[in-house]
């Protein structure tokens, strides 16, 4: 693998501001510091991602990844992040064959933080082959409590998503944006660089789990499959396109979670119930 080189700019994630509240009383409070970065792939302007700018550059490498503009992190020679003038810089090896064409469609969607993407959401979809294996229930609580104690954003300025990627019920990265769609594009980026991403010894159970505060729309769905990953728990509910792809990729989709409560909307089979609360024991 050639990796690419990358920036490693860095801007604040909140702001502190004055605001009012409901006693008259001013208090000083923190919230997201959004901002808008434009891509540009080979001098050529591509779109406006607006983000938290945690990890721009592998959000940038994600999102490339995810629209199927590039098929591998060999393509990409460097990714340059200038917060001078809120944009990013994207060289790669030999072009983009046919960009202007792959990119005429777009599609709107439900993302927040990112208002349309290019078209094509199903297109190799059949390809997709996930790993087998299952997700345990007493993994799901694992990864339901390690967020819930997390320190973030959210907690300090509410008002962005979260998105996570778990080997085995250990944390392997934690984003958080404006949007879901770029918290899960940051964590495609992050993935695509590792050198040593191989499943690891873990019996049945699935290696690679994805958490997600968002709902589990066909879009979600969809860039999970396309990580590797076989499993989805979701703060939310699903959506009714994301069921059928979720099904039809085999992915084993589960929302609602919270505490000891969860739905399994697809491929229950692959769940394991190896820890019923204990008014549900008969």
Same mark, same amino acid.
């Given at each position: 693998?050639?990796?690419?080189?990358?920036?490693?700019?860095? !801007?604040?994630?909140? *702001?502190? =501001? %004055?605001?009012?509240? /409901?006693?008259?009383?001013? #208090?000083?409070?923190?919230?997201?510091?959004?901002?808008?970065?434009?891509?540009?792939?080979?001098?050529?302007?591509?779109?406006?991602?607006?983000?938290?700018?945690?990890?721009?550059?592998?959000?940038?490498?994600?999102?490339?990844?995810?629209?199927?503009?590039?098929?591998?992190?060999?393509?990409?020679?460097?990714?340059?992040?200038?917060?001078?003038?809120?944009?990013?810089? !994207?060289?790669?090896? *030999?072009? =983009? %064959?046919?960009?202007? /064409?792959?990119?005429?469609? #777009?599609?709107?969607?439900?993302?927040?933080?990112?208002?349309?993407?290019?078209?094509?959401?199903?297109?190799?979809?059949?390809?997709?082959?996930?790993?087998?294996?299952?997700?345990?229930?007493?993994?799901?609580?694992?990864?339901?409590?390690?967020?819930?104690?997390?320190?973030?954003?959210?907690?300090?300025?509410?008002?962005?998503?979260?998105?996570?990627?778990?080997?085995?019920?250990?944390?392997?990265?934690?984003?958080?944006?404006?949007?879901?769609?770029?918290?899960?594009?940051?964590?495609?980026?992050?993935?695509?660089?590792?050198?040593?991403?191989?499943?690891?010894?873990?019996?049945?159970?699935?290696?690679?789990?994805?958490?997600?505060?968002?709902?589990?729309?066909?879009?979600?769905?969809?860039?999970?499959?396309?990580?590797?990953?076989?499993?989805?728990?979701?703060?939310?509910?699903?959506?009714?396109?994301?069921?059928?792809?979720?099904?039809?990729?085999?992915?084993?989709?589960?929302?609602?979670?919270?505490?000891?409560?969860?739905?399994?909307?697809?491929?229950?089979?692959?769940?394991?119930?190896?820890?019923?609360?204990?008014?549900?024991?008969?």
């Amino acid at each position: 693998m050639r990796l690419p080189q990358l920036t490693e700019a860095r !801007v604040p994630l909140t *702001e502190s =501001i %004055d605001a009012v509240d /409901e006693f008259g009383q001013r #208090r000083s409070i923190h919230i997201p510091a959004e901002r808008d970065l434009t891509v540009y792939v080979d001098k050529r302007e591509l779109v406006t991602l607006m983000t938290l700018g945690a990890r721009p550059e592998w959000l940038t490498l994600g999102y490339l990844l995810n629209q199927r503009l590039i098929a591998s992190v060999d393509e990409i020679e460097s990714i340059t992040v200038d917060w001078d003038v809120n944009a990013v810089s !994207v060289k790669t090896r *030999e072009g =983009i %064959d046919r960009i202007e /064409e792959r990119t005429a469609k #777009r599609v709107v969607t439900t993302g927040c933080g990112q208002g349309s993407v290019f078209g094509g959401l199903m297109d190799d979809l059949d390809r997709i082959t996930l790993p087998q294996g299952v997700l345990r229930q007493s993994q799901v609580y694992a990864i339901v409590d390690a967020i819930r104690v997390k320190e973030s954003t959210y907690k300090s300025a509410g008002s962005v998503h979260a998105c996570a990627l778990f080997r085995g019920t250990e944390l392997a990265l934690f984003v958080e944006d404006v949007g879901r769609h770029n918290a899960v594009d940051t964590i495609a980026g992050w993935l695509a660089l590792q050198t040593d991403d191989v499943p690891r010894a873990t019996g049945d159970t699935l290696d690679k789990v994805f958490y997600t505060t968002g709902r589990l729309t066909s879009e979600m769905v969809i860039k999970s499959a396309q990580m590797g990953v076989a499993a989805v728990i979701s703060r939310s509910g699903i959506t009714q396109m994301g069921l059928q792809v979720a099904r039809r990729v085999g992915l084993c989709a589960v929302g609602r979670a919270t505490n000891k409560h969860f739905l399994c909307y697809a491929n229950p089979q692959r769940l394991v119930l190896d820890a019923v609360p204990p008014e549900r024991v008969a």
